[in-house]
């Protein structure tokens, strides 16, 4: 999300200092740094592969770069200092409307993600390593949170290998 030149990463971690707890909640890259940043390493995601009682899977058509106007599964970065599991819950919440716990979702294993563009445009490459979690929830799509996606859709397994419109990485957690 950039703001003002900004882009903000929320690090989650206490730091324990002459009996002080103190909460660094952000820490602000430039543009240049982070673009900087998706340039040399790989960048850690959790994507969460949704299935409602009726199997089908719950894809989000995406706003932002990459995959920018693809149907996707939702997901997010691992921030720094941030566990897996803090980050799975954070994630579902701003994902999903609601706050998960890890332990309700079966990990499909970790993927490479590679995309020719990243956030900033087509100038910069992308490459996520991107941990799968299935899990099985039923609720009503209308109220999803719209940041990262415009409008949501249930699918089944067949309307999302069949459709072009579904990203290649999101098809790979259903083959």
Not at 130 to 139: C, I, R, S, T
Request: charged content about 20%; proline content about 3%; hydrophobic content about 40%.
């Amino acid at each position: 999300m950039l703001t003002s030149g900004l882009l903000r990463i929320r690090i989650s971690f206490a730091v324990s200092v002459l009996n002080l707890k103190v909460q660094v909640k952000f820490m602000y890259l430039s543009d240049e740094a982070f673009e900087s940043v998706i340039s040399s390493v790989p960048l850690v995601s959790v994507d969460l592969i949704v299935r409602n009682t009726q199997g089908e899977y719950l894809l989000g058509l995406r706003q932002n770069r990459p995959a920018q106007g693809y149907w996707f599964v939702p997901g997010g970065r691992i921030q720094k200092n941030e566990p897996i599991v803090q980050a799975f819950s954070r994630l579902t919440q701003q994902e999903l409307g609601r706050t998960l716990t890890i332990d309700v979702a079966k990990p499909l294993g970790a993927f490479d993600h590679f995309y020719t563009d990243c956030v900033f445009g087509e100038q910069t490459s992308t490459h996520y390593v991107a941990l799968g979690y299935e899990l099985q929830v039923d609720f009503d799509i209308m109220h999803l949170p719209r940041e990262q996606h415009g409008q949501y859709q249930w699918f089944s397994a067949g309307q999302l290998l069949a459709s072009d419109a579904v990203h290649k990485h999101t098809k790979w957690y259903v083959r």
